[in-house]
């Protein structure tokens, strides 16, 4: 089972938005309404922000949505804050392979 | 509150094996499945498998089949991951994680492995 396709890095400035993408395949991300984001910090723990494509877990503020279309599911992170910079990460159900990540994209607030 | 709490780092020789642990608390460690995760250094996460508290039964990536083993000491609530036949490769950081619904929703500190000679 490959991982997901995300960009390696994106960046922006505090206020922007940017939008990180991951593209899965037709038994994945298009199969199953259970993609998830994690946010991780250097030398701390993966944090969820997003799961079930849209869902935002309890303390996650709404500056991060998702949508999603066919394959590829985008996160999108408006007015930009320094404390966004960090990697990110998408992850999908894919039946008999439960659970597969994305490579990881790094963002940069500059 | 919830809390996974992870054994400390460990430094091993190649071939040797390693066994960390994940102590739960805070919630029913029946009721949730446990994950873990690798990070090896500076790359992203690849899952390894997952555990089921409840029934002890589990399922590891293709990649790793044959040489890890999950197992869970309920009386302790308390999930281990041994992995077998170290090799430099598998030098990293393990997370477990507490499942709910389909995705982690609290994560162990992690657990640096170093494997060198």
């Known amino acids: 089972q490959s991982a997901l396709t995300q960009p390696r890095s994106v960046s922006g400035s505090p206020g922007q938005s940017v939008t990180i993408s991951c593209t899965g395949t037709s038994s994945d991300v298009d199969a199953y309404n259970s993609v998830s984001w994690y946010q991780q910090h250097p030398g701390r723990a993966p944090k969820a922000i997003i799961y079930d494509v849209t869902e935002r877990p309890s303390g996650v503020p709404d500056r991060f949505s998702v949508s999603k279309s066919g394959n590829t599911a985008s996160l999108t992170i408006s007015g930009l804050q320094a404390e966004d910079e960090a990697d990110y990460y998408c992850?999908?159900?894919?039946?008999?392979?439960?659970?597969?990540f994305g490579g990881g994209t790094k963002l940069t607030v500059l | 509150q919830v809390q996974l709490v992870q054994s400390g780092a460990e430094v091993k020789k190649p071939g040797a094996s390693v066994k960390v642990s994940c102590k739960a608390s805070g919630y029913a460690f029946t009721g949730h499945y446990i994950h873990w995760v690798r990070q090896a250094p500076g790359q992203g996460l690849e899952w390894v498998g997952w555990?089921?508290?409840?029934?002890?039964?589990?399922d590891y990536a293709q990649k790793f089949q044959g040489w890890v083993t999950m197992t869970r000491d309920t009386s302790i609530t308390t999930a281990f991951l041994e992995v077998k036949r170290l090799s430099s490769d598998d030098t990293a950081v393990y997370y477990c994680?507490?499942?709910?619904?389909?995705?982690?929703?609290?994560w162990g500190q992690g657990t640096l492995v170093s494997v060198s000679s």
């Open positions: 555990i089921n508290p409840n029934s002890g039964g589990t």
């Open positions: 992850s999908s159900y894919a039946g008999t392979y439960p659970v597969i």
């Open positions: 994680g507490r499942l709910s619904g389909s995705y982690i929703d609290y």
